[in-house]
C-alpha cells in the first residue's frame, strides 16, 4: 500500500500529523481534492513564530 504524500511538498503523511483537505479546480474531476500537511514541516520555523507572536500578545 503506498503511503499518504503531502501533495504540496511530496512528504510521506504521518499517522497524527494535521491534515486538511484542499479542493482542485474542476479539471481534475477523479481527484477533486488534494491532502496536504495543515502546519507544513517546511514552514515549521514561521508556524513557531506566529505562534510565539499570537502567545505574547495574549499575555497579560
Known sequence: MKPRTCERWGQVIRPGEKTQ?????????ARPSATIHAECPHEAARWAAAREAVRRRDSP
Do not use: G, K
Open 21 to 29: 483537505q484542499v479542493f482542485r479546480d474542476s479539471v481534475s474531476a
